[in-house]
Structures are given as structure tokens and as C-alpha cells.
């Protein structure tokens, strides 16, 4: 799914599970630049909150 972060812009958001596991990969759809967080399948918010935050760093980070 696509979102619209107010600090990023468009963000694709994707989330795979594996059994009591979650992957959310987050995507910065203008600089392609790509990252994923783990976590319980049962909390997608907040895994999806920790892909964000990491995105956040990466893209400030170069």
C-alpha cells in the first residue's frame, strides 16, 4: 500500500508474514531507498511505526 508521510511523501508499505512474525519493507517511492523491520505478528502497527522511523534515519543518513 502507499502512504503519505508528512516528513517523507509517499512511503510503499508492504508487510509479509512468517508465523508469529512480521516483516514490514517500507519504500521512499522519490529516492527508491528501501528498509524492513521484524517484529510480532500480532503488533503491525508498531513494527510498521519501527520501518518508518528507520526510513527516517537511513534517509537522513545518505
Known amino acids: 500500500m ?4 508528512h516528513e517523507l511523501g509517499e512511503v ?5 508474514r512468517n ?3 512480521l516483516k514490514c519493507s517500507a519504500v521512499h517511492v522519490k529516492s527508491g531507498r528501501e ?4 517484529g510480532p505478528a500480532s503488533d503491525p502497527r508498531s513494527v510498521e511505526r519501527v520501518a518508518i522511523a528507520k526510513l527516517k534515519r ?4 545518505g
Do not use: H, M
Open 2 to 5: 502507499i502512504q503519505r508521510d
Open 12 to 16: 510503499i508499505v508492504e508487510f509479509v
Open 19 to 21: 508465523g508469529a512474525y
Open 35 to 38: 528498509v524492513s523491520a521484524l
Open 58 to 61: 537511513a534517509l537522513t543518513q
